[in-house]
């Protein structure tokens, strides 16, 4: 049975840069009760830039909450009022330092919505036009342009771990 939980009551516990913590106290049938975590995101940007050599542009860089360095492809926040192709055109640029022609939105999706309600949208963008990056100034990137049947390959093989870079390669490939 599907139904819409309830909220009853809802407290912030915490409000910062990227996310705020609220945790929300929801019914359930048979009037139980339940608290439900919830991170607020304002939602964010992925691209898939892909050259003229069919090469996927990808940003390398340390990620603390897993404590690795993973390949992943340009993204970012939106900022207040931001258009999701807006935020799009600025990431790639500011990571790394292409400007595309062509840009086409792929799809949206949640991130993890058993506990945050960022939504992320997938831009595939063409036709590019190499340029100085700019990242933001606690941003330390690589950035690494990979064959798109060798990223395939690296999908397959668990070299590529995040999520919204999986997806965006598989989105892609028929695309091009």
Known sequence: MIFKEETMSSEMI????IINLRVDTVELPEH????R???EHPGAV???AINDKKEIIFV????KPVEDVLLEIPAGKLEEGEEPKECAIRELKEETGYEAKNIKFLNEFYTSAGFSNEKMYLYLATDLQEGECCPDEDEYVDVINVDIKKALEMVSNNEIKDSKTIIGILLSKDLI
Do not use: L, T
């Open 32 to 35: 139980k009760y339940q608290k």
């Open 46 to 48: 992925g691209v898939i």
């Open 37 to 39: 975590e919830i991170v």
């Open 60 to 63: 390398r860089q340390f990620r």
């Open 14 to 17: 915490y409000n910062g840069k």
